[in-house]
């Protein structure tokens, strides 16, 4: 293509912006991470899912237990609207995630340790 019509049509040329590199300890820290999130959501999901059970099995309400059951949507839905901001996008694959692991981490790792010590 002809330098001249290619600047008419898509304006003068720029080079693109340098790929960044995911560095190898991040991507560890950030697996690490989100293996521990996911072990200790499905803890805390499969004892809510047990209770669930037992309680419908005994006749009881099932009322008080369904607002502790939302709280796994509404923290997927709050790191799913925090890696959509413009900061975050920005940032390398492996630092996002990273990042947004270590915000999903500490909630349900304390409460599925609390959990586990509380139920024996």
Known sequence: ????????????????APVRRDRP???????????????????VGGLACIVLLWTAAAGQPLGGLIPLLLLIPAGAAALTALARTSRVREMAASSRMLLLGALACPVPTALAVWLWVWTG
């Not at 293509?1 to 693109?16: F, I, K, V």
């Not at 991040?26 to 200790?40: D, E, P, Y």
């Open 1 to 16: 293509m002809n330098p001249s019509t290619h600047a008419a049509l898509y304006g003068p040329w720029q080079p693109s």
């Open 25 to 43: 300890l991040v991507v560890v820290l950030a697996g690490l991470l989100w293996a521990l999130t996911a072990l200790s959501v499905s803890l």
